[in-house]
T-cell receptor, first 110, second 114 residues
Framework: KQEVTQIPAALSVPEGENLVLNCSFT??????LQWFRQDPGKGLTSLLL?????REQTSGRLNASLDKSSGRSTLYIAASQPGDSATYLC?????????FGKGITLSVRP | EAGVAQSPRYKIIEKRQSVAFWCNPI?????LYWYQQILGQGPKLLIQ????????DSQLPKDRFSAERLKGVDSTLKIQPAKLEDSAVYLC????????????FGEGSRLTVL
């Protein structure tokens, strides 16, 4: 059974800092991995999707990497802004099932 | 392009009452998902439809939850009777059958059971 872990559960950083959010998974036979953002009281917004054959994907200030062999993905946020404050979830697709982590709640202080 | 639409956004009911949530996926998306998200947790899949057929409902509490997707478009999720532990956000998502299967979520329906 696939398990997805995101540690720490919460993170607070000053504005402008570059930061890395971690996601680990137990079964490396994955199809793809997707990072989402969730604002309070809202649904999930897709940020980046990495196929199993890819090493990384970039969108603006966001960069997601994937290391299947070690069961890890990281979401890199450059020059963080208060507007980046939200919960970030990763989800792993394997055997047609999507398994979510519990998310990391990020707070960027002005 | 319109996103995934859900209603109602909020619902408060008493235990043992019934409630229904509605979802309209992105046009052309054959796959539709219902997730339950309890506060502080990641979403948990309740049921997955491919067109109007059920692909996975292994985590759906079938004694009280039911879902249908008539005509392979809109879907309804019903809870009857509701329990206190059903208080959660119910998220609908959709994806295409082509490509990587990226999921797109609606805003969710927040249920409070008193």
């Amino acid at each position: 059974k696939q398990e997805v872990t995101q540690i720490p559960a919460a993170l607070s950083v000053p504005e402008g800092e570059n930061l890395v959010l971690n996601c680990s998974f137990t079964d490396s036979a994955i199809y793809n991995l997707q990072w989402f953002r969730q604002d309070p009281g809202k649904g999930l917004t897709s940020l980046l999707l990495i196929q199993s054959s890819q090493r990384e994907q970039t969108s603006g200030r966001l960069n997601a990497s994937l290391d299947k062999s070690s069961g890890r993905s990281t979401l890199y946020i450059a020059a963080s802004q208060p507007g980046d404050s939200a919960t970030y979830l990763c989800a792993v697709r394997a055997n047609s099932k999507l398994t979510f982590g519990k998310g990391i709640t990020l707070s960027v202080r002005p | 392009e319109a996103g995934v639409a859900q209603s109602p956004r909020y619902k408060i009911i008493e235990k043992r009452q019934s409630v229904a949530f509605w979802c309209n996926p992105i046009s052309g998306h054959a796959t539709l998902y219902w997730y339950q998200q309890i506060l502080g947790q990641g979403p948990k899949l309740l049921i997955q439809f491919q067109n109007n057929g059920v692909v996975d409902d292994s985590q759906l509490p079938k004694d009280r939850f039911s879902a249908e997707r008539l005509k392979g478009v809109d879907s309804t999720l019903k809870i009857q009777p509701a329990k206190l532990e059903d208080s959660a956000v119910y998220l609908c998502a959709s994806s295409t059958n082509r490509g990587p299967g990226e999921l797109f979520f609606g805003e969710g329906s927040r249920l409070t059971v008193l």
